[in-house]
């Protein structure tokens, strides 16, 4: 356990305007990760649960970034001209000062329907290796129902004063329109990280058949944990203590196998790529290039979770990028009319002798297929040139040339 310091920062919205946020982070040692926090319809970044869940991962090492949404607490704008889309678009705003002031997230958690946003930002985040929900709605619309009577008014009016959770909100009639367009199922089925369900089967709020609903649509690595008889809004601490202490031993599994707990591993140079097990399968690795993180794995059928593009097609990949990019600086070089140029790719093994146009006649060999769509009004001429182009790239000159990888053990 180590003292907890919370510091207010600002940073700007998807919609331009400004929203108040807080870091809670411990005051010494490293930081094991970064967390981004959602709270509940109704709530705000200084709700109890917000609070003591943040504060108390906190204290356990992983810095967590919890903030108003757009019309909500200390931000500016207003609620009722905001949607559930706006908020999972602030979620994703959030994450990007992260990364540009300190470190993308590799956690998401959301209470509430904070919960059913941090699922639907998720694919937007490259970091994030796990996501938490408590109390989350399987579908963003169920919010409609706890509106009552006021759908009504809100539709025949464009907006309506709600009284939810002891608030006085004013909900406009593009939200309800926006939430209902979000099949937030069918995207956790491709959420592609860790997942965790919180949620009491006392939840008067969100039923528990939403918690089972999430489960079901989620691959593995996935987990559920009863929140007993805890309330909605985890008013009571303990309920909220207790959430902060499951959060930290499952987040520190995803964390630690992904080489962040306590250490984010040596920082790469231009050029340089790192690839460490994720956690998120038996083959699932991260990829981190310059800024940006990818994931890798294998096919279900070769032991793998299907997470991520295997490694060769990522070899076709940067063979693929590397051509298009090598023809389209050659066209705007040469001042060729060439609108749009695509790359098709395909890797297998082959005997020697049963490939007409290779250089080698005996044995197995490794064969790239490569298709390229030129689109414009080019000449033969012109066209048979960019072929030629093609095979200059350098990802194709690498793979084609004498290539030596030399291997050691790291410091």
Known sequence: MTEVVTEEVEFTGSEGHTLSARIDRPREGSITGWALFAHCFTCGKDFIAARQISRALANRGLAVLRFDFTGLGASDGEFAATTFSSNVADLVAGADWLRKNHSGPRVLIGHSLGGAAV????????????VATIGAPADPAHVRRQLGD???????GGSAEVELGGRSLRVGRDFLDDIERWDLVRRVGRLGRALLVLHSPLD????????????????HPKSFISLDDADHLLTESADAEYVATVLDAWVGRYLGRAGSAGREGPLLQSGE????????????????????????????????????????????????????????????????????????????????EDCEN??????RLALIHRRISLQGDLSEAQRQRMLEIADRCPVHRTLKGQLEIHTRESD
């Open 358 to 363: 290779c250089e080698h006649k005996s044995g």
């Open 150 to 156: 006021a759908v009504d008014e809100i539709e025949e």
């Open 204 to 219: 008067h709020v969100v039923a528990i058949e939403h918690a089972r609903r999430l489960f079901e649509a989620a691959k």
């Open 119 to 130: 699922l639907a930002a998720a694919g937007e985040i490259p970091e994030v290796t796990a």
């Open 273 to 352: 790529v790192r690839v460490a097990e994720n956690g998120l399968g038996h083959l699932a690795q991260d990829v981190h290039a310059g800024g940006h993180r990818i994931l890798a794995d294998e096919p279900r059928e070769q032991g793998g979770g299907d997470t991520g593009p295997a490694p060769y097609d990522y070899l076709l990949a940067a063979l693929g990028a590397c051509t298009s990019m090598t023809l389209r600086m050659y066209a705007d070089y040469k001042d060729l009319p060439l609108r749009h140029v695509s790359v098709q790719l395909r890797h297998e093994r082959v005997h020697a």
